[in-house]
């Protein structure tokens, strides 16, 4: 009987670190497919910042360029409208990394927090100055 109780704690244990490892895990950032993202590309230095503002976050390394931009939803879009008032949903918000090479947009990557929410309407936010 104290082997089952045993076998089950450690099972539940396994699970919980499981759980724990795979909630801990980041995802991987997206790389491509929004108007705004796309429209940085072969942007010099000075247009990026014309357009976009100061990064919160500006690293040189020999040629290359990271700029990082970062954006929370707005208060009231984490307010879900219900039949009886509302109620709040996740908060979440979006890191905006432009590298440049040579002084031109080479990538741009976005970085959703928290990962499971669809924030790229954050990010876009940032670079809605810089359509063409």
């Known amino acids: 009987m104290q082997t089952a109780y045993v076998r089950l704690y450690i099972g539940l244990l396994n699970i919980l670190l499981t759980g724990f490892v795979l909630g801990c895990q980041t ?3 997206v790389t491509e497919g929004y108007p705004h993202q796309q429209a940085l590309q072969a942007k010099t230095l000075q247009e990026v910042l014309a357009c976009a503002g100061n990064p919160l976050q500006k690293r040189e390394d ?3 360029i990271m700029l990082r931009y970062y954006r929370e939803a707005p208060l009231l879009e984490e307010s879900m409208v219900s039949s009886k ?3 709040p949903t996740v908060h979440h918000g979006c890191w905006a990394t432009v590298i440049l090479k ?3 947009v080479d990538r741009v990557r976005y970085h959703f927090v928290p990962s ?3 924030a790229s309407n954050d ?3 940032i670079f809605a100055n ?3």
């Open 102 to 104: 040579d002084q031109r």
């Open 130 to 132: 810089c359509q063409e």
């Open 85 to 87: 008032g509302s109620r």
């Open 116 to 118: 499971s929410v669809d």
């Open 27 to 29: 995802s991987p950032p």
């Open 123 to 125: 990010c876009e936010e």
């Open 62 to 64: 020999g040629p290359v």
